[in-house]
């Protein structure tokens, strides 16, 4: 069994930055990544950033020069820098956990963009 804390989603003006921070706790070994998705009502799941065990760092297209990732796999934790943020960035954003065992995934924070 894997929980997550997450926390640092809420409402933002176009153009201005939210840190959204995760850490998992509970049953976990042998992480492959640990990372961020987001998800938009009537749409898929979509990869926004991850650390992968290695720690190379993956940051989708969809944030290329405006999110950054940073954390600590050994410590189950992540964090999600996002700047300039666009309307469009509005979303529900879950951190994920993928690891020997299965991939688990935190409740999701709301993230809003909008003046």
């Known amino acids: 069994q894997v929980e997550f804390v997450e926390s640092g989603g809420g409402l933002v003006q176009p153009g201005g930055s939210l840190r959204l921070s995760c850490e998992a706790s509970g049953t976990i070994q042998s992480i492959y990544h640990m990372g961020w998705y987001r998800q938009v009502p009537g749409k898929e799941r979509e990869l926004v950033a991850v650390?992968?065990?290695?720690?190379?760092?993956v940051v989708a297209n969809l944030g290329k020069d405006r999110f950054s990732i940073s954390g600590d796999i050994a410590g189950h934790t992540v964090s999600l820098q996002m700047n300039n943020l666009k309307p469009d960035d509005t979303a529900i954003y879950f951190c994920?956990?993928?690891?020997?065992?299965?991939?688990?995934w935190g409740q999701g924070t709301q993230v809003t963009v909008s003046s």
């Open positions: 994920k956990l993928s690891m020997v065992g299965g991939e688990f």
């Open positions: 650390i992968m065990n290695s720690g190379t760092k």
